[in-house]
């Protein structure tokens, strides 16, 4: 008898299936890659919270600036940033960074010995007379009018790439809006210039409030210098740097005045007068 066995498949057959397999499995790592590639870079681009980053040469930097002494010359010792106003003229900074505004100059968007934005002069300050008598660490906030060092007007890109031809500092690099009531575990972010960089540190981390006044960051390398630098909740303004021991006696636990009713009357002031 013959036996019959079974017939084998066909290599080529067998090889089309295989080929078959392995173009689903790559349109599977295809659209996976794809998935990555959109949802890392977004996870990735801010720095996790608590951690101290050099800020980006963003928009937002744009906005903050440091401040000198006379001069880039004179070298940096405080922070300070531009704030909406009535008319497009006022940075905000601590109060005891205004010890001598006649000389003060404001630097938005300083980076590695280049001010891109220009120098600018203050033009008038407005502390509360809380600061001006006793040095009251919850009034340690301050606002300030600004005009081109050289009395004209500056030429260059805003910070969010458009051109600008101005007199007006927040026409040049935009300002933030002011947001002063917050809640005690508010996430806050923090751009500022250690006076021993040149380039401006950026951290994020959630705040609690150290008292019913002042409200307590953790974030580490805010050294001499980060004194003013915008405390910034969703893109606002919510307070500065400074305040309980002039903001904070180690780099790496920094506080803030809470911004009570004087200090946004301060900013109303400010604005109106500006």
Sequence with gaps: MIQCLPSRPDRRSRARARGRRAARILLALAAMTALIGVDVPDAAAEPPLGVTVT????????RVGALF????????????????SQDRDVIVTAAHCLGSPDTTVFAP????????????????TYVAPGWTDGEDPDEDIAFATVAPVDGGQV????AD????????????????????????????????YPSGDESPLYCANTTTLFSETQRRIECPDLSGGTSGSPWLVDGALAGVLGGHE?????????????????????????????
Excluded at 55 to 62: E, L, N, V
Excluded at 69 to 84: K, N
């Design 69 to 84: 002494a006379g001069g880039l010359d004179g070298g940096h010792f405080c922070t300070a940033s531009v704030v909406r």
């Design 155 to 158: 030429e260059g890109g805003q």
């Design 161 to 192: 790439g458009r051109q600008a031809d101005s007199g007006r500092i927040e026409d040049v690099v935009g300002g933030f809006p002011v947001a002063a009531q917050q809640p005690a575990d508010a996430t806050v972010s923090v751009v500022g």
């Design 109 to 124: 968007g300083y980076r590695d010995g280049e001010a891109p934005y220009g120098l600018w002069k203050l033009t008038g």
């Design 246 to 274: 002039g903001g904070g006696t180690v780099p790496e636990v920094s506080y803030s005045a809470v911004m009570g009713d004087q200090a946004v009357e301060l900013y109303r002031e400010a604005s109106d007068n500006g």
């Design 55 to 62: 800020a980006a040469a963003d928009g937002t930097a744009g």
